[in-house]
Structures are given as C-alpha cells and as structure tokens.
C-alpha cells in the first residue's frame, strides 16, 4: 500500500523495463539481426584464414567483438541474459493476475453477454419450457457443461470452457527458460570432441573441440572394424564402425554403430563422423626405367631406402598422407618419397593412389607408381557427453503443448437465453466471448444459433 | 504413368485453379470460385498421387526413401501443404476470395519445382547417410507445415496491403477482397499455425541432430536462419497480442517474417554449411 504513495524506486523502476514487452520485443530484434551476422562470417575458423579473409583492420575489430565465435560472445550471452531476464520477471509481473481469473468462482452477468457484438438474437416455435431440455442437450454436446438459471417465463444457460488455456503463454515463457538452462548444464558440464581409432586398435581418448585439449574416457574403445558401402552411381551408402567398449580392461559389450546410430555408455554418445586411411608399413612399389623399358617391382617399408639398378639412384619412402595440394588441387591419398641420385639435389616423389601415372610427369630417368600396399582404415568418432538434454527436451515438450494451448484454446463463454413470448414461440439469444480468437468464437455462436433454430 | 509426368500435369492445374480464383474475383462469380476450388482438389489428389507414386518409383531403384530429400522434393511437398490449408481456410471461414492470392503460391511453387525438374534435380537420388533416419520425415513435414502457415500469412497479408492502397471506399475489386478484420484475424491464424510447426520443425531437427550427431543445437546456417525466423514472428506474436498491433503494420511484419522464411529455405544455401541437401 505504502510503495504505491512514494515516487518510484530503483528497484520499481527496474521492474518496470523488465517487464515490459517493448524490452521483449526489442531484445528478440536484437537477437534477430545479430544472429545473421554468423551466418555470413564463417564461425570457429582458424585467425590465419579470417586475417587473409578481412584483413588487418577488421580482423582486429572482429576479434575484439567475439565475431568469430558470436554465439558464444559475451554480448550475445548478455542479449539471452537479458531475454531470461525478461521472461522471468514478465511471468512474475502478470502471472499473479492470471492465476486469480483462473482460480475464479465463474459468474455470469447476462447484460454482458446481451450488449456482446457478436450476438445472435431470433425467434423460434414452442415456448421456452418445452425446449429447454433439447437446448441443454445441445449446448452439452457443442461447447460443454452448462449451468441453468430459471426465470418468468424462460430459462438463461451458461457455460463456460478452457480457463486454464490462459496459462499456455507461461508453459511456453518457461520452456525457453528450460532451454537455457539445459543449454548452459550443457556447456558447464559436458563436452564435444573426437577420437580417431585405427582398426584394430584401442583408445580411450578424446581430443576436445574448442580447445584441442585431451581429454581420457573411463572406458575405453576398440575399432575392431571399419567399413562402407556405396550406391551404384557411387555416392556414400553407409559407414560403419564395429566397436568393443572396454573398462578396467574387461570387455563391457560390443556394438556396430552408423550414421544416425551411435553408442552410448555412461552418459556419453559415440558418434560414426568420419573416416580415413592409415598406410600399413609399407608398400610394393614399380620403378620403371625410362631408358630400359624394364620394370622393378619392389616392395619397401616406411622409412626404408632403396638402392635402385641400372644406377637409377636410391629411393627412399618417407610418409603417407591422406591428401596433398598440388597446384590447387587435392590429390588425395598418396605415398611420398624421395629419390637421390649422386649428386643432383634429391627430387621429391609423390605418388597419388588416384592417378597412378603421376609420377611420369615429372619425366625422370625412373618412374614411380604403387603397385600394392597394406590398408587399414581408421574410424573418426564424435564423442560428446552433455547432462543438460533432458532439460532441453522437457522445454521442447512444454513448448509444443504451451503453444497448442496459447494458440488454438481460448478461454470461452458461452450463454443462451430463452424467454417465451406469447402462445407461439420464445425469443432466444445466443452470445459469447473469447479471449483470444473473437471471429472464430463469432463463427461458433452463429452455428451454436443456427442449431437452435433447427431443435 | 510416372510420377514426373503426374506433377508435371498437376502444376497445370493449380495454374487453372488459380485463374479460375482470381477470375471468380475479377468478375464476381462464385461459380468460378467453385470450379477453382474443384480444381485444387483435383490438383491436391494428383500432387499426393506424384507424391506417393515417386516413393513407389524409389524402390524399383533399390534405395527406396519418402521423396523429401531434396530442393524439388520439398518444393513439391510444400506446395500440397498451402493448397491443402488455402482449402481448409476456405471452408472453414466460408470465404473463397481468400484462395485469389495463396492458391497462386502453390502454382509457382509447382512452376519452379518443374523448372528445376527439367534441369535434371527431379532425378530420385539416393540418400546420403546423414539422412538415412525417421525423423526426415517428421522433421521436414513440420518444417513444411509451418512455411505453408507462413506462405498463406504473406498471400493474405498481401491482400490487406493492396486493399488498403487501392480499394476506393470498399468498392469494386479491391473492395470484393475479404473484410479487414477477416484477413487481419487469418493472418494471425495463419502465422500461429506456421509458428506452431515451425517451432516443432526446429525441435525435431534437434533431436534428430542430436541423436545422429551428439548435439542439439550447432548454430549451423539453417538452424540459424530457423531461428532467426523464429524471433520475427515470436515479435509478430508479442506485438499482436500484448501490443494490440493490427492491419497494415502486423501484415508489414508478416511479409517480413515470410521473408526470412524464403531466406532460410533459399538463401541459406549459398551460406557455408550442413542442410546442403536443399540445393538445386
């Protein structure tokens, strides 16, 4: 009683703003047009790529605002703040109002209804005694239960439906509550990372997104297969990975795992991602002699190096790689080697398992191309534990029944009055009032009317 | 019969559909309204016909998978959902001038779904692993419902907008378009019923995402458009019921709203990221 006297407060004044939907309104705006602006910058690159991209003034600029992981920006985190904020006090502000129309003993006041726009007013045969019963049974059946008022000659029914309807706008405010906080479990307490297990090997280690920290699992994984298949015109059907959990070196259980089919123990997930080749030991190779037409095949290990004949000089095999830029192009998995011949300055040989006569190219006295080689695959799993989910999908939940409720039920009223007039017939109104959806409750009074009139 | 020769043939007759609409307006007819209205069912039964008949077709491939997987797929679904809920509001609010303009979305939608067609996207293409999972079809038939929501907002939103600028006095063309109040209240209806969908096309994407992928929610373009699309019509919804807005900047609002819904389904694809998929 007393704040009402006293000028405003801080603290009065500071509700006001976050309970005002203008805030709502301006924050959602906000948040809107900010979101666009990570859509356009590339997100979580690498500074060499954004500093080539926009150069040393933007870059610096974008840096300090967080541009390139905007999502994750103080000031983005501040909007949503902010937003919670909103919603949170909104609630607080108008839900006591709510909650007492809600709690409300009904009561009807019939000149409300007579004064209602959407009235409908008509005359039908038989009084009103007669009909009463059929007009109850009707009403019953279209809208729902209904009290009756006697009165002279004529009876007054109301009814009225959907009261809790009016929460359906706090279920939805809460389950974006809901969100936020299973979003922020998520980020505090989980984690998002990647293991890359070769077939036939076990690891329990999982390298983290952000951070490229590693990060050791209580248990651990064995990649006992990797395999794919392809459609006919070549595109990728299915990857999959065969894996063996492991704790305190006792086997736990086995499980084959795909795309859209993913392990999981104890609370973490494991995801089919990726997948690459790893070169075994080494690889049979043919060296071809450009002056001789002869062909030596031969097989070498990684790192081994190899006296070739006819004094073509020695080869050696250093590495395998996955891919290699050549001239703008990716060349894809190729063996890499190094040939030294007396003197002359060694040339490097790459050997592209794609196009196997690469190396001709380079019209040397000796041709290198890869005959046979050991293969093994490796799996890339996407491991990722977050506690929050559940939270997330109890908001998801509350939001599809909230926006039923807010959207498509209103809290309606509905009242039809009888009073006979002279030996032919009775008067009846037929009217109600909505608090959402008016014309949709204007189309229900004139159906509700036109089955009076057929009773 | 093959399913590409069925849709080709259904996009005439939502053409016809549409003229029959607008003509029944032009000329104030209700008889052309009815044979416009007769059309569309025709045109609705043909689509789910083409529809179901390509799932069919997918088998004999030996890939067999519900033909939602690409840009001419979607295109084809998204346009038997306007047409079905241009019917539904039609008979529901007794009002067929309200079809005039929606009805015509369908048609272009079909036009440009058979334009692609005829550059090769309406070949059945096998799925990709990343798609190979129920939720496909529950996560892009909400999505869908809910832009045809948005799509029938923007047809009607369009019309209060042109009744406003060139109806004089409420006579003659402009004037025969529905009452202010109807398409002002159907514009609310129709964006509640896409925010709806909408809302549920996000929310099983992110199951999905999570139960492929291990996250719900990756910031990734398209869910980010989805999103963005989201706060514009969460603010049409504030501003309509806390605020009380109506009419001309509530239809403004609606436009805009069905643009970012365009952006999210188009644009996002000349953005870097996952939903690839819906490129031409």
């Known amino acids: 009683m007393s704040r009402k006297k006293k000028p405003k407060g801080l603290f009065d004044k500071i509700w006001d703003i976050f309970s005002s939907v203008r805030l709502s309104v301006l924050v959602l705006l906000l948040l809107a047009a900010t979101s666009i602006i990570g859509t356009v910058i590339p997100q979580n690159q690498l500074p060499d790529f954004y500093f080539h991209k926009y150069g040393e003034v933007l870059f610096r600029v974008f840096t300090t605002l967080n541009m390139f992981d905007m999502y994750h920006s103080w ?381 | 019969m093959t399913s590409s020769l069925i849709l080709a043939i259904v996009t005439f007759v939502y053409g016809f559909s549409s003229v029959f609409y607008i003509s029944s307006w032009i000329f104030n007819k209700k008889i052309l309204a009815r044979i416009g209205a007769a059309l569309a069912v025709v045109a609705i039964f043909g689509n789910i016909a083409g529809f179901i008949l390509r799932w069919v077709e997918s088998y004999g491939h030996g890939y067999g998978h519900i033909p939602l997987s690409n840009l001419y797929e979607s295109l084809v679904f998204f346009a038997l959902t306007i047409a079905v809920v241009c019917l539904f509001l039609e008979w529901k609010y007794k009002n067929s001038h309200i079809n005039a303009f929606s009805i015509s979305l369908a048609f272009l939608i079909f036009a440009y779904a058979s334009l692609k067609a005829g550059q090769g996207a309406g070949d059945i293409q096998p799925l990709i692993p990343a798609l190979k999972s129920n939720w496909l079809t529950v996560h892009v038939m909400t999505c869908f419902l809910g832009y045809a929501g948005f799509a029938i907002a923007f047809g009607i939103s369009i019309m209060y907008l042109a009744k406003k600028a060139l109806s004089n006095n409420g006579k003659g063309l402009m004037g025969r378009l529905p009452d202010y109040d109807l398409l002002d209240e159907l514009t609310q209806q129709t964006v509640m019923f896409g925010f709806l969908f909408l809302s549920l096309g996000i929310i099983t994407g992110s199951v999905w995402a999570n139960s492929a992928w291990g996250s719900y929610w990756t910031w990734d373009p398209k869910e980010t458009w989805s999103l963005i699309t989201w706060f514009v019509y969460a603010i049409f919804l504030h501003l309509r019921h806390v605020r009380g807005w109506n009419g001309t900047k509530i239809a403004m609002i609606s436009i805009i709203g069905f643009m970012a819904v365009m952006f999210t389904y188009f644009g996002v694809n000349y953005l870097p990221g996952l939903h690839s998929y819906g490129k031409g």
């Open chain 1, 75 to 455: 000031w983005f985190r501040f909007l949503i703040l902010v937003l919670s904020m909103n919603i949170t006090i909104c609630s607080f502000d108008r839900l006591p109002h709510v909650w007492k129309i809600v709690r409300k003993k009904p009561s009807f006041d019939v000149e409300k209804f007579r004064r209602n726009k959407d009235t409908q007013t008509f005359k039908i045969k038989g009084s009103a005694q007669e009909k009463e019963n059929l007009v109850i049974a009707l009403v019953r059946k279209t809208f729902g239960h209904c009290v009756v008022e006697q009165k002279d000659g004529g009876f007054i029914l109301f009814s009225e439906k959907g009261r809790y309807s009016r929460m359906g706008v706090y279920v939805v405010h809460s389950s974006i509550l809901l969100l936020l906080m299973g979003g922020m479990l998520g980020s505090l307490r989980g984690f998002e990372g990647s293991m890359m297990i070769p077939e036939g090997e076990t690891s329990s280690q999982v390298i983290l997104r952000n951070t490229n920290e590693a990060r050791q699992l209580d248990f651990s994984i064995r990649c006992d297969d990797f395999d794919m298949s392809h459609y006919d015109n070549g595109a990728p059907k299915e990857y999959r990975s065969d894996l063996t959990v492991f704790e305190n070196d006792k086997e736990i259980f086995k499980k084959r795992i795909i795309v859209n089919d993913p392990l999981r123990y104890k609370g973490i997930n494991v995801f089919q991602s990726s997948f690459g080749t790893l070169a075994g030991n080494g690889a049979t190779l043919a060296f071809t002699s450009k002056d001789s037409g002869m062909v030596y095949e031969r097989k070498i290990a990684m790192g081994e190096s190899l006296e070739l004949p006819e004094n073509l000089g020695t080869f050696t095999l250093n590495h395998h790689s996955n891919s290699y830029g050549y001239m703008g192009h990716d060349l894809g998995e190729c063996f890499i080697g190094k040939l030294t011949h007396g003197e002359q300055e060694p040339q490097e040989v790459i050997l592209p398992i794609r196009f196997n006569g690469f190396d001709k190219m380079r019209k040397g006295a000796v041709s290198v191309a890869v005959v046979d080689y050991e293969k093994r695959y490796y799996t890339g799993l996407q491991v990722t534990k977050d506690p929050g989910v559940w939270l997330v999908y109890l908001g998801f939940i509350l939001m599809i029944i909230g926006c039923w409720v807010a959207f498509f039920m209103s809290h309606q009223s509905l009242c039809v009055e009888c009073q006979t007039m002279g030996d032919t017939g009775c008067r009846v109104m037929v009217s109600g009032s909505a608090n959402k959806n008016r014309m949709g409750m204007a189309l229900k009074i004139k159906r509700i009317a036109s089955l009076i009139k057929d009773v």
